[in-house]
C-alpha cells in the first residue's frame, strides 16, 4: 500500500475537530485513508443503496447505531446527516469521532459551512503524487510514463492500462457525479465539453470560444465548469495581480487534476503518441504545476498558486506564494533549456527583485543559472 504525504496531516486535524470531511476526486483514496486512520470503526457507504434507503427512511434510528463514531462514505448524498451530526456533535464535543467523505466539494462545503461551521475540519485528497511514488519506490525515470498514466492509486496498484480504465472512470463520473451535481439534459453537448476542455488544458479559458464551439450559450459554460470544478475533475489558475505598470491579463488559466485522464480525453493511448502530440508541452506544464498542487495540499497548504502574463507577452508560468515570499516557476517540456528560457524569469525578477526562479524542464541538467534562478529536472519536482 501506498503511503500517503497527508496521513500526518490528516492525523493531527483529527485532534483539532470533532469530525473531519475528507475530499477528493472519485477513486483517490479517500476510503482507503479513512480506513486506517479510523482502523476498528464502522464503515458506512451512502453508494450502497441498502444504506442510503435505510439513511433516508429514518436518519435518527439510523445514526443512533453510529453514536460512538464511523466513516461516512460519499456522504453528499443523505443530506440530512449533516442536521443529524450538528445535533450529535453538540452533544458530545469529543475530537476525532466521524471521518465524512466525499467526490463532490460543492455539495460538501455547503453542507458543512450549514451545518457543521466550526465542528468539523477539511482535507483535500488528490490522487497520487510523484513525491508519494518516488517513496513507494514506483516511481520511473520515464516523464511521459508518469504523464499518461496519472495519479489514480489503483492504477499504479493493480497496473493496470491507464487508458482502459479512464474509459470506466469517466463513465462512472457522467452516471453518478455529473447527474447528482445539476440535471444536464444534453449529454452530447456536455461530452463535447469535457472533451474540448481537454484541449484547453494549460490556456487561458476563454469561455466565450468554449460556448460557441459547444453550441451553447456562456452562462451554460460557466455552470458547467463549476460541474468539473466541484468534482475535482479540473481547477483554474487565477492571474497574478500586483503593482506592475503594465495591462495584465485577467482571465484564469485551466488545468486537470489529472494527467491520465487528460491524455484519455485528447486520446492519446501510449508514450509514442504522447510524445508527439501538439501539445505536449501545454501537458507538461498541467503534469508539472498539478504535481506542484498535490506537494502543497499535501503539507497543508492551500492557495498561493498563481500565473503571470501581460499584454505584452511576458510571463511566467506559476507564481508560489508562501510566507510573504514569492517564487518564479517557468515549466519547459525540453530537455535542453538554453538562454531564451529565462526571459520571463528575468523579467519578472526586475519587478520582483528578492524573488527567487526556477526553470523546471524535461531533462536531468541540475544546477543554477545565477544566484537567483535554479535549473531543475522534472524529477526534482518532488521538492517543490
Known amino acids: 500500500m501506498i503511503e500517503r504525504q497527508i496521513l500526518d496531516d490528516a492525523k493531527y486535524t483529527l485532534t483539532q475537530f470533532r469530525a473531519v470531511c475528507i475530499t477528493g476526486p472519485r477513486q483517490s483514496g479517500k476510503t482507503t485513508l479513512s480506513k486506517i486512520l479510523f482502523k476498528g470503526k464502522p464503515y458506512v457507504s451512502f453508494e450502497n443503496p441498502a444504506q442510503q434507503k435505510d439513511a433516508d427512511a429514518d436518519i435518527a434510528a439510523f445514526m443512533k447505531k453510529y453514536a460512538k463514531g464511523a466513516i461516512l462514505d460519499e456522504v453528499q448524498r443523505v443530506p440530512d446527516v449533516f442536521r443529524q451530526l450538528q445535533g450529535m456533535l453538540d452533544k458530545n464535543t469529543k475530537r476525532g469521532q466521524f471521518i465524512l467523505t466525499g467526490s463532490n466539494n460543492f455539495l460538501l462545503q455547503q453542507q458543512i459551512s450549514q451545518s457543521l461551521a466550526g465542528r468539523a475540519g477539511y482535507l483535500e485528497l488528490l490522487p497520487l503524487s510523484y513525491a508519494e511514488l518516488q517513496k513507494a519506490k514506483l516511481a520511473t525515470d520515464n516523464i511521459n510514463q508518469h504523464i499518461i498514466t496519472g495519479g489514480y492509486p489503483e492504477i499504479w496498484n493493480e497496473k493496470l492500462n491507464p487508458s482502459k480504465w479512464m474509459g470506466g472512470y469517466v463513465q462512472t463520473y457522467l452516471q453518478k457525479d455529473v447527474r447528482l451535481l445539476r440535471n444536464i439534459t444534453n449529454f452530447s453537448a456536455f461530452n463535447r465539453f469535457v472533451s474540448l476542455c481537454a484541449n484547453y488544458a494549460g490556456q487561458i479559458l476563454n469561455r466565450d470560444e468554449l460556448a460557441k464551439h459547444v453550441g451553447v450559450d456562456t452562462k451554460t ?119 531564451n528560457h529565462f526571459q520571463g524569469l528575468k523579467y519578472w525578477q526586475k519587478y520582483q527583485q528578492n524573488s527567487k526562479g526556477i526553470l523546471l524542464h524535461g531533462g536531468s541538467r541540475n544546477d543554477m543559472m545565477d544566484d537567483k534562478i535554479s535549473i531543475l529536472p522534472w524529477s526534482g519536482i518532488a521538492n517543490i
Open 221 to 339: 459554460i460557466l455552470a458547467w465548469l463549476g460541474v468539473l470544478e466541484s468534482s475535482y475533475i479540473v481547477y483554474t489558475l487565477q492571474p497574478w495581480y500586483n503593482n506592475l505598470n503594465k495591462r495584465i491579463i485577467k482571465s484564469p488559466k485551466l488545468f486537470f487534476y489529472d494527467t491520465g485522464l487528460l491524455c484519455f480525453l485528447l486520446n492519446i493511448s501510449s508514450q509514442a503518441t504522447l510524445a508527439k502530440h501538439n501539445s505536449y508541452g501545454a501537458i507538461f506544464e498541467n503534469w508539472a504545476i498539478t504535481e506542484i498542487k498535490k506537494n502543497r495540499v499535501n503539507s497543508g497548504i492551500n492557495g498561493g498558486m498563481h500565473y503571470f502574463r501581460d499584454s505584452a507577452g511576458n510571463e511566467v508560468d506559476l507564481i508560489l506564494e508562501k510566507n510573504n515570499e514569492t517564487i518564479g516557476i517557468e515549466i519547459k517540456a525540453t530537455k535542453k533549456p538554453d538562454s
